[in-house]
């Protein structure tokens, strides 16, 4: 099969011992050797609280790395629209867009969690303090055409935690605000052709008429998948944070596509978790961290730095500590690169993506680079 585009999901982690400023310089230049590596995209993550994590303005880092590189596009993914107001993401992608100088990618997505994920996380939670419920997979894993579906996995919510996100960002308690809405208005703004029902004219400077190209990344077959397809915009499906869904919002996107002047077709990237080595042995060591830094996020709602393969040797973990992050362990693909190739051709295959994202998460920069360097390689 032709190989299709490969690009960069950047988490923009702060590693164990490091600092955010630093953490946003390994970013650039992470991009600096994707770029020559031949990737698409680099996009990057928007993520607040964390203690390990410089990405809470990856849309201010986006127009530096854009400096620092040749051709490879840059992007969000996602904006998280619930943190800002529609016309803010409109002009953010203008000021992104005239900045890179070859324009940008508006990857939006949604906020949350909303009322309805709430109440099962609250009930979750009573059954686990109850104990009727242990945490871990519900179910068994299954296999789709070489592709991992793992079973879903019960962790505590931090419902605190959310809460307190959602009011140190502004966020509306409840539900997120109507998502069709806000992407109808950012697209509005984009076109210069937003209507303000008070009928003043609104130009959104410098948002209209700017190189943007808008995505949707989401991670069911809910609203995301169909607002994508219903304006005829590129969508990610997330198979890296919910690996459970990917084959349902692939579909719902699909069926829900109307062509537009952007697209006659849909457009699919399928985003992995994937850290790639010389040989399986050598990827597995490096990747085994990955479990205790997703530990921290699912247990809680933030994450720690991310801690180096020593640190996790000296850790003491077990087997409960397995079943809460179960999942992404099973569908996240390391290896050799011949390895990792067969199982990335899978996903692409099985899902019909036309770009795969790559999301790579390692102590070293030099670990990171090395593995996006032997993916690019074997790819061609």
Same mark, same amino acid.
């Given at each position: 099969m032709t190989a299709i585009p490969l690009s960069v999901l950047d988490l923009v982690l702060v590693p164990e011992g490091g600092t955010p400023a630093a953490a946003l310089a390994e970013s650039v230049e992470l991009?600096?050797?994707?770029?020559?590596?031949?990737?698409?995209?680099?996009?990057?993550?928007? #993520?607040?609280?964390?203690?390990?994590?410089?990405?809470?303005?990856?849309?201010?880092?986006? =127009?530096?790395?854009?400096?620092?590189?040749?051709?490879?596009?840059?992007?969000?993914?996602?904006i998280v629209i619930d943190n800002h107001s529609p016309l803010q993401v409109a002009e953010i992608a203008g000021t992104a867009a005239a900045l890179t100088g070859r324009g940008f990618d508006l990857g939006i997505g949604r906020g949350g969690p909303g009322a309805e994920v709430r109440e099962r996380g609250r009930a979750s939670n009573a059954r686990l303090e109850g104990g009727d419920l242990r945490p871990g997979p519900v179910g068994p894993s299954h296999t789709v055409d070489g592709v991992v579906v793992p079973a879903r996995v019960v962790h505590p919510f931090a419902d605190v935690r959310a809460g307190l996100n959602d009011r140190l960002l502004s966020r509306t308690p409840g539900d997120p605000a109507d998502f069709g809405e806000q992407v109808d208005d950012v697209l509005g703004f984009l076109r210069g052709d937003y209507r303000a029902p008070e009928g003043v004219p609104v130009v959104a400077t410098p948002a209209e008429g700017a190189d943007v190209e808008v995505w949707i990344h989401g991670s069911s077959a809910g609203v995301s998948a169909e607002v994508a397809g219903r304006n005829g915009l +590129?969508?990610?499906?997330?198979?890296?944070?919910?690996?459970?869904?990917?084959?349902?919002?692939?579909?719902?996107?699909?069926?829900?596509? !109307?062509?537009?002047?952007?697209?006659?077709? =849909?457009?699919?990237?399928?985003?992995?978790?994937?850290? !790639?080595?010389?040989?399986?042995?050598?990827?597995? +060591?490096?990747?085994?961290?990955?479990?205790?830094?997703? #530990?921290? !996020?699912?247990?809680?709602?933030?994450?720690? =730095?991310?801690?180096?393969?020593?640190?996790?040797?000296?850790?003491?973990?077990?087997?409960? #500590?397995?079943?809460?992050?179960?999942?992404?362990?099973?569908? +996240?693909? !390391?290896?050799?690169?011949?390895?990792?190739?067969?199982?990335l051709r899978a996903l692409a295959a099985a899902t019909g993506a036309d770009e795969l994202v790559v999301s790579t998460q390692a102590h070293a920069l030099a670990d990171r680079i090395r593995s996006y360097e032997l993916l690019a390689d074997a790819w061609r």
């Amino acid at each position: 099969m032709t190989a299709i585009p490969l690009s960069v999901l950047d988490l923009v982690l702060v590693p164990e011992g490091g600092t955010p400023a630093a953490a946003l310089a390994e970013s650039v230049e992470l991009a600096r050797a994707a770029d020559r590596a031949g990737y698409a995209r680099f996009w990057l993550a928007e #993520h607040h609280l964390y203690p390990g994590g410089a990405g809470a303005a990856s849309y201010l880092l986006a =127009p530096t790395i854009a400096a620092a590189t040749g051709s490879i596009r840059v992007g969000t993914a996602v904006i998280v629209i619930d943190n800002h107001s529609p016309l803010q993401v409109a002009e953010i992608a203008g000021t992104a867009a005239a900045l890179t100088g070859r324009g940008f990618d508006l990857g939006i997505g949604r906020g949350g969690p909303g009322a309805e994920v709430r109440e099962r996380g609250r009930a979750s939670n009573a059954r686990l303090e109850g104990g009727d419920l242990r945490p871990g997979p519900v179910g068994p894993s299954h296999t789709v055409d070489g592709v991992v579906v793992p079973a879903r996995v019960v962790h505590p919510f931090a419902d605190v935690r959310a809460g307190l996100n959602d009011r140190l960002l502004s966020r509306t308690p409840g539900d997120p605000a109507d998502f069709g809405e806000q992407v109808d208005d950012v697209l509005g703004f984009l076109r210069g052709d937003y209507r303000a029902p008070e009928g003043v004219p609104v130009v959104a400077t410098p948002a209209e008429g700017a190189d943007v190209e808008v995505w949707i990344h989401g991670s069911s077959a809910g609203v995301s998948a169909e607002v994508a397809g219903r304006n005829g915009l +590129r969508f990610g499906a997330n198979y890296h944070s919910v690996p459970q869904t990917v084959f349902e919002t692939v579909a719902a996107y699909r069926e829900a596509f !109307v062509p537009s002047a952007e697209l006659d077709r =849909p457009h699919l990237a399928v985003s992995a978790d994937v850290l !790639v080595a010389d040989t399986d042995d050598e990827a597995e +060591r490096l990747a085994a961290p990955f479990a205790l830094w997703l #530990h921290t !996020v699912r247990t809680r709602y933030a994450a720690d =730095p991310f801690p180096s393969p020593q640190t996790f040797a000296r850790f003491p973990w077990t087997a409960d #500590h397995t079943a809460i992050v179960a999942d992404r362990l099973e569908s +996240r693909i !390391v290896g050799s690169p011949a390895t990792v190739v067969r199982r990335l051709r899978a996903l692409a295959a099985a899902t019909g993506a036309d770009e795969l994202v790559v999301s790579t998460q390692a102590h070293a920069l030099a670990d990171r680079i090395r593995s996006y360097e032997l993916l690019a390689d074997a790819w061609r």
